[in-house]
């Protein structure tokens, strides 16, 4: 009953922070207070936030008590070149791949031009959605040249693609070019991601090198509108 007492506690604490209740950076009532409100020991309250603070949703500052974050939308880095598998890990959120698509294509004319491919050129194209805390929120479509990735399985999609090609291929992935925009949900973003009644979608093209400037991938990565922060750092030289 003690372990399913703090729980309940989380779940009801997360449904507050998620509805507004308190909003971000506003500080949580007192241990004391919680558990006044709780009817409960500050043992039991301090699990819940300590669970609080592993999913993100608090930040717990010495002498400050705890501080409620925005978990309303995702930071996404628009400089970095990390795999979904590296963001998930930053979350703290329930997350999961789910691969739609996995196959061997020829290019057509657009992916000829977005892959500098030749009409003999083969091509892996993977559909994945990403879900997050139970909510399928970014549609990932990528397009490798298979003569430098030759081989792609469903088990290595739904993992991290990033890690088997610089672990198992050795591959050295050095840098890309990076495009965004805002375009109209299509019906495959309505087919694959839980779009929620929002009519545009934040798009970010990547154009993906190796460390010898060979461009070996072309993503197509399509995020819904309301979950994301796109994020840099600037330095004035």
């Not at 506003?26 to 819940?48: M, Q």
Request: hydrophobic share 35%; charged share 30%; with cysteine.
């Amino acid at each position: 009953m003690h372990e399913n007492k703090y729980l309940a506690i989380y779940h009801d604490l997360v449904e507050k922070i998620r509805q507004g209740h308190w909003k971000p950076y506003d500080k949580l009532p007192s241990e004391h207070e919680l558990a006044g409100c709780y009817h409960t020991s500050r043992e039991t309250i301090r699990k819940a936030l300590n669970l609080l603070s592993e999913h993100g949703y608090i930040q717990k500052m010495k002498g400050k008590g705890s501080i409620v974050l925005d978990v309303g939308k995702y930071n996404f880095p628009i400089s970095g070149l990390v795999s979904f598998k590296e963001l998930a890990q930053n979350m703290k959120q329930p997350v999961r791949t789910i691969v739609h698509e996995l196959e061997i294509i020829k290019p057509n004319s657009y992916l000829k031009q977005q892959l500098q491919a030749a009409g003999r050129d083969e091509i892996w194209k993977v559909i994945r959605s990403r879900e997050i805390e139970g909510e399928r929120i970014i549609l990932d479509k990528d397009f490798f040249l298979k003569k430098y990735v030759p081989t792609l399985t469903k088990k290595i999609c739904e993992d991290s693609i990033y890690e088997y090609l610089e672990k198992e291929l050795k591959l050295h992935i050095s840098f890309a070019k990076k495009e965004i925009f805002v375009d109209r949900v299509n019906e495959e973003d309505r087919k694959y991601l839980d779009i929620s009644g929002y009519d545009y979608i934040v798009v970010v093209k990547n154009y993906v090198y190796l460390n010898d400037a060979t461009l070996f991938q072309y993503t197509e990565s399509r995020h819904r509108l309301d979950k994301f922060r796109f994020v840099d750092f600037a330095r004035r030289k």
